[in-house]
């Protein structure tokens, strides 16, 4: 039985922090459902700075605690058994034979069902936390397996960076990207979650027949050492229609962002996120003023940053 609590996080001195970040899909190529019923993708993953924190101490039974860290709305987060970074708790201790435990807080700064991935990073900060705190020292096979059985995203939260997402995008390959100069996006919150499989589901109506192939992202990945404007007419992503199918708001959201300045706005992964890329800080800050007349919460982020094996 998991004990489920939910006060605030705490300072803990015998405790392990990992922090892993936000990710946005500069491309996205979905390909028609496989025998198993996963669509095949090839994808782009760019890890921007926004961060959850996953903070381990030992315990004897498991137990979540979350809190925003800015204006983020938890509430979606589960505090039991099926929180995802007690999941990768438990999945750690299963495959090295152990019987432990731990108290598990995130300190939560990346949107929530917002389809940025909040819950793979917590999964992949909880597997490198929980590895130390364990003294494991388990090797990449190990941790990465663990993650693609966890989730699509979790291995990417692992490595962050750029990064080209094959399979279902949990097979990762690490690309090229420099720290400077650096990508900048601006984040508004779109409201209420898409279901992903619905996402899926309205893709398979509008596009029938796609090819069984993804599309690759051919030149964007040239782009990603020296981003450039004309980077902007590169990014792709296939879930797109399908999204905005079923969020018709999204489509004003997206011509506001690019109103505003922004190089292209694009939904990120299955949404209904919309991010929007913009070629400075200062442009980046242009557009947040100018989407928060409409739009409570607009995070602005930068990326490339590494993941939760921070390396
Ligand atoms: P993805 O982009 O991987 O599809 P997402 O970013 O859209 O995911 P998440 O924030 O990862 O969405 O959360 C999706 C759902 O997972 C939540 O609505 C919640 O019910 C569940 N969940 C389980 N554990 C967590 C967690 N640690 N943090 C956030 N959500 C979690």
């Given at each position: 039985m998991v004990e489920v609590r939910a006060e605030r996080a705490s300072g803990h001195p015998e405790g392990i922090t990992v922090r892993a970040p936000a990710k946005i899909n500069l491309h996205l190529g979905v390909g028609a459902p496989r025998e198993d019923g996963f669509h095949p993708l090839m994808t782009v993953y760019h890890a921007v700075d926004l961060y959850d924190a996953v903070t381990v101490t030992p315990a004897e039974d498991w137990s979540v605690g979350v809190v925003a860290d800015g204006p983020i709305d938890v509430t979606g987060v589960p505090l039991g058994d099926t929180n995802i970074a007690v999941r990768a708790g438990r999945a750690l201790a299963a495959h090295h034979g152990l019987d432990r435990a731990a108290r598990i807080e995130?300190?939560?700064g990346i949107p929530v069902a917002g389809g940025m991935a909040g819950g793979?990073?917590?999964?992949?900060?909880?597997?490198?936390?929980?590895?130390?705190?364990?003294?494991?020292?388990?090797?990449?096979?190990?941790?990465?397996?663990?993650?693609?059985?966890?989730?699509?995203?979790?291995p990417f939260a692992l490595v962050g960076r750029n990064a080209l997402g094959t399979g279902r995008g949990e097979e990762v390959e690490q690309l090229p990207g420099v720290e400077s100069p650096r990508w900048w996006v601006v984040v508004p919150a779109a409201g209420d979650g898409l279901s992903t499989p619905a996402v899926y589901r309205r893709f398979d109506e509008l596009i029938p027949d796609a090819p069984p192939q993804p599309r690759?992202?051919?030149?964007?990945?040239?782009?990603?050492?020296?981003?450039?404007?004309?980077v902007a007419p590169l990014l792709h992503n296939d879930l797109q229609p399908a999204a905005l199918d079923l969020r018709p708001d999204l489509a004003a959201l997206l011509e506001a962002g690019e109103a505003a300045g922004a190089l292209r706005g694009l939904v990120s992964g299955s949404g209904p996120t919309c991010v929007f890329l913009c070629a400075d800080e200062s442009g980046a800050l242009e557009v947040s003023r100018s989407l928060r007349a409409s739009y409570d919460v607009v995070l602005v982020a930068s990326g490339p940053v590494t993941g939760a094996l921070g390396r």
């Amino acid at each position: 039985m998991v004990e489920v609590r939910a006060e605030r996080a705490s300072g803990h001195p015998e405790g392990i922090t990992v922090r892993a970040p936000a990710k946005i899909n500069l491309h996205l190529g979905v390909g028609a459902p496989r025998e198993d019923g996963f669509h095949p993708l090839m994808t782009v993953y760019h890890a921007v700075d926004l961060y959850d924190a996953v903070t381990v101490t030992p315990a004897e039974d498991w137990s979540v605690g979350v809190v925003a860290d800015g204006p983020i709305d938890v509430t979606g987060v589960p505090l039991g058994d099926t929180n995802i970074a007690v999941r990768a708790g438990r999945a750690l201790a299963a495959h090295h034979g152990l019987d432990r435990a731990a108290r598990i807080e995130i300190r939560k700064g990346i949107p929530v069902a917002g389809g940025m991935a909040g819950g793979s990073a917590d999964a992949a900060a909880a597997l490198v936390a929980l590895d130390r705190l364990w003294g494991l020292a388990s090797d990449d096979a190990t941790l990465f397996g663990l993650a693609a059985d966890l989730g699509s995203d979790v291995p990417f939260a692992l490595v962050g960076r750029n990064a080209l997402g094959t399979g279902r995008g949990e097979e990762v390959e690490q690309l090229p990207g420099v720290e400077s100069p650096r990508w900048w996006v601006v984040v508004p919150a779109a409201g209420d979650g898409l279901s992903t499989p619905a996402v899926y589901r309205r893709f398979d109506e509008l596009i029938p027949d796609a090819p069984p192939q993804p599309r690759a992202p051919h030149r964007l990945v040239e782009f990603l050492e020296d981003p450039d404007p004309d980077v902007a007419p590169l990014l792709h992503n296939d879930l797109q229609p399908a999204a905005l199918d079923l969020r018709p708001d999204l489509a004003a959201l997206l011509e506001a962002g690019e109103a505003a300045g922004a190089l292209r706005g694009l939904v990120s992964g299955s949404g209904p996120t919309c991010v929007f890329l913009c070629a400075d800080e200062s442009g980046a800050l242009e557009v947040s003023r100018s989407l928060r007349a409409s739009y409570d919460v607009v995070l602005v982020a930068s990326g490339p940053v590494t993941g939760a094996l921070g390396r």
